[in-house]
């Protein structure tokens, strides 16, 4: 069983019986987070990519935990040169046996900039693994066809998908999504940290519902077991 905890906006703490990691830790300069940096005790980091609203505190986490930072290559190596020591890069569609679980890089369709301007690699999404659960966190994504080979390839247990509109998928592109991938839960994400992506979560759920799938609103500071 692994335990998924809404941090707000992309952002996401996930454990499991040998593990803490965490996913895109926008914390500081998020409205919807109730979370601190200081909060967080984690063995790894995962990051999409390097903009400022998913970077966040990913690199002062990291060496506060002397945790493992996972991301794309030149994202992972950009972090390295800001002081994270343990560091495991990777690219689109490789994946990897970590001693918890495994991870994989999906495609993500977006782009991929530090703050300070630097290009850190192409953006990605992330299928991983936690006491057998498979939890797929799209990443900044807009809606692509292949989709649906991931859920055909994976037993999707949750996916966590962006609704916001104007910077990813709108809901209803994100509803689509949800019938190509036909995970076992749907869970939005990536809506109203902002006034330019004010997407009701509800309205999500309720058109996967209508489609005959299951979606479940987890509230910034909630958790869920899956």
């Known amino acids: 069983m692994a335990k998924l ?16 990691l965490v996913i895109d830790p926008f914390l500081t300069d998020n409205p919807q987070s109730k979370f ?21 505190d990913a690199v002062e986490i990291a060496k506060q935990n002397n945790a493992t930072l996972v991301a794309p290559y030149e994202l992972a190596l950009y972090c390295q040169n800001k002081g994270v020591e343990n560091i495991h890069p990777m690219h689109i569609g490789g994946g990897y046996n970590f001693p918890f679980g495994r991870v994989q890089l999906t495609i993500a369709h977006h782009g991929s900039m530090a703050p300070d301007g630097t290009y850190t690699g192409n953006p990605c999404g992330f299928l991983v693994t936690v006491d057998g659960k498979t939890i797929y966190h799209a990443g ?5 066809y ?8 994976h037993t999707i247990d949750a996916a966590l998908l962006p609704i916001g509109d104007n910077f990813t998928m709108g809901i209803d592109d994100a509803v689509k999504a949800v019938e190509l991938l036909q995970p ?12 330019v992506i004010d997407a009701d979560p509800e309205e999500f759920v309720r058109k ?17 077991e899956i």
């Open 208 to 224: 996967v519902s209508e489609k005959g799938l299951k979606a479940q609103v987890v509230p910034p500071g909630e958790s869920i």
């Open 146 to 153: 292949d989709m649906k080979l991931i859920g055909e390839l």
């Open 36 to 56: 601190k940096p200081g909060d967080l005790q984690v063995d790894y980091v995962l990051l999409t990519h390097g903009h400022g609203d998913h970077l966040g």
């Open 5 to 20: 905890t809404f941090l707000g906006h992309s952002a996401w703490y996930i454990e499991g019986s040998n593990v803490r």
């Open 140 to 144: 900044d994504t807009g809606l692509f």
């Open 184 to 195: 076992r839960l749907a869970i939005p994400m990536h809506y109203k940290t902002f006034d």
